[in-house]
């Protein structure tokens, strides 16, 4: 298996929602609507995918920078907080394909985005309640710190606020 990432384009819409929306609650809901607009504002929207079927994603990430208009608690919160970011808005990897190093690969990209674009750091946030301490494992892996906490969506969801260096993609921590 040769995994590989490209950008998202309109015949990935199908098979990301499904993707996203089997990932609640780890990420919010989309409908179709919702996504094309979050990847119209986006500054990536990336899937990785095995070479030998590219037209089936395996895993998605969507990054914003700063000074979109988009409704997220937690996007403007990093907003609010100032600085170059680039905002990790979902990371998604396949049920049938996580522990695979999926997320390193789409993380390895973000991070190279976020140098080419000058950019200092790379946020996040991660559910505490429900809680997903797989996520926030592989995220303290990757080198991520907590800068806050947060309590969203009409006090349903407490969140971690995350941050972490752009270094060199070639210096990123393994995940595993």
Same mark, same amino acid.
């Given at each position: 298996? *040769?995994?590989?990432?490209?950008?998202?384009?309109?015949?990935?819409?199908?098979?990301?929602? %499904?993707?996203?929306?089997?990932?609640?609650? %780890?990420?919010?809901?989309?409908?179709?609507?919702?996504?094309?607009?979050?990847?119209?504002?986006?500054?990536? %929207?990336?899937?990785?995918?095995?070479?030998?079927?590219?037209?089936?994603?395996?895993?998605?990430?969507?990054?914003?920078?700063?000074?979109?208009?988009?409704?997220?608690?937690?996007?403007?919160?990093?907003?609010?907080?100032?600085?170059?970011?680039?905002?990790?808005?979902?990371?998604?990897?396949?049920?049938?394909?996580?522990?695979?190093?999926?997320?390193?690969?789409?993380?390895?990209?973000?991070?190279?985005? %976020?140098?080419?674009?000058?950019?200092?750091?790379? *946020?996040?946030?991660?559910?505490?309640?429900?809680?997903?301490?797989?996520?926030?494992?592989?995220?303290?892996?990757?080198?991520?710190?907590?800068?806050?906490?947060?309590?969203?969506?009409?006090?349903?969801?407490?969140?971690?606020?995350? #941050?972490?260096?752009?270094?060199?993609? #070639?210096?990123?921590?393994?995940?595993?």
């Amino acid at each position: 298996m *040769t995994l590989t990432t490209r950008d998202i384009d309109a015949t990935d819409l199908t098979p990301l929602l %499904a993707m996203n929306n089997g990932a609640i609650p %780890a990420v919010n809901l989309l409908d179709e609507k919702e996504l094309l607009d979050l990847v119209s504002m986006a500054h990536s %929207a990336v899937i990785v995918v095995d070479d030998a079927s590219p037209r089936e994603p395996l895993g998605l990430v969507i990054t914003l920078t700063a000074g979109n208009d988009y409704d997220s608690e937690n996007y403007r919160w990093f907003e609010e907080r100032g600085g170059d970011f680039l905002y990790v808005d979902r990371i998604v990897v396949h049920q049938g394909m996580r522990g695979r190093g999926l997320g390193q690969i789409l993380y390895e990209r973000v991070f190279a985005e %976020a140098e080419l674009a000058g950019l200092v750091e790379v *946020t996040c946030e991660v559910n505490l309640d429900p809680p997903n301490p797989g996520s926030l494992a592989f995220h303290d892996r990757l080198g991520f710190v907590q800068l806050g906490e947060q309590v969203t969506k009409g006090g349903s969801v407490k969140v971690a606020l995350l #941050s972490a260096p752009v270094l060199p993609a #070639s210096s990123l921590p393994e995940a595993s």
